[in-house]
């Protein structure tokens, strides 16, 4: 194994272990409530909006943040789109998959959102901006899954925004992020299709 390798694989596990820290647990510290126990059960941004608005902010800032600052940290000296990609999937995949929790963890969707500031900042500045006009719809109309609708549909925007202005390399990236975001989202999806059967 060459030494550019291994400096690659422990970034990504660096990355990772930075993706795994709970900070929707965390927030919740000192309420008296687990949050893998309420609502949706999801350690995750939305699932703390339903319990408690402040200490929601606190989970997004912190889960925004620690996407964004694992790329940061795992980029410097390293060249290259797709490793930026690496990285991003590895923060996400930690927080997804937090051995702090057993391997459990969200959704990935704010611990997403930070990676795409730091790798596309004015792209990822529309892509939120979309979220939070979609999300705020979805709320005024009660939408059914107004959150998982509001993520994915983002995602989606996004990905063809980096067709249309970055590369097809950064779309294809985006798309399997996409398809990811979506395969965990897919009781939300279920849920979606239950209501509209009803």
């Known amino acids: 194994m060459s030494a550019n390798t291994l400096g690659i694989i422990i ?4 990355c990772f272990l930075l993706g795994s820290i709970p900070f929707a647990v965390l927030a919740m510290k000192g309420s008296g409530i687990d949050i893998r126990n309420v609502g949706s059960g999801n350690p995750g941004f939305n699932n703390v909006l339903r319990v408690n608005k402040w200490r929601a902010v606190l989970t997004l800032i912190g889960d925004l943040g620690k996407g964004y600052f694992a790329v940061w ?5 390293a060249h290259g789109v ?12 930690g927080h997804c ?6 391997f459990n963890g969200g959704k990935g969707i704010a611990t997403s ?17 979309f979220f ?8 005024r109309l009660k939408w059914p899954e107004a959150g998982a609708m509001a993520s994915m549909g983002t995602w989606v925007v996004f990905t ?7 590369s097809p390399h950064a779309a294809m990236y985006a798309a399997l992020m996409t398809l990811f975001l979506g395969w965990r ?9 239950s209501h509209r059967a009803a």
Do not use: D, E
């Not at 970034?11 to 660096?14: G, K, L, M, Y």
């Not at 998959?97 to 057993?102: E, R």
């Not at 959102?113 to 901006?129: E, F, N």
């Not at 989202?185 to 299709?193: D, E, G, I, V």
């Open 11 to 14: 970034r990504f596990a660096v």
């Open 73 to 77: 940290l795992a980029s410097h000296g």
């Open 82 to 93: 797709a490793l930026g990609w690496l990285f991003g999937f590895g923060a996400i995949m």
């Open 97 to 102: 998959f937090s051995p702090f929790l057993k």
């Open 113 to 129: 959102a930070g990676v795409m500031l730091q790798l596309y900042p004015l792209w990822a500045a529309v892509g939120l901006a």
């Open 132 to 139: 939070v006009v979609l999300r705020l719809t979805g709320s």
């Open 160 to 166: 063809i925004l980096m067709l249309a202005f970055v």
């Open 185 to 193: 989202h897919k009781k939300n999806f279920q849920t979606l299709l």
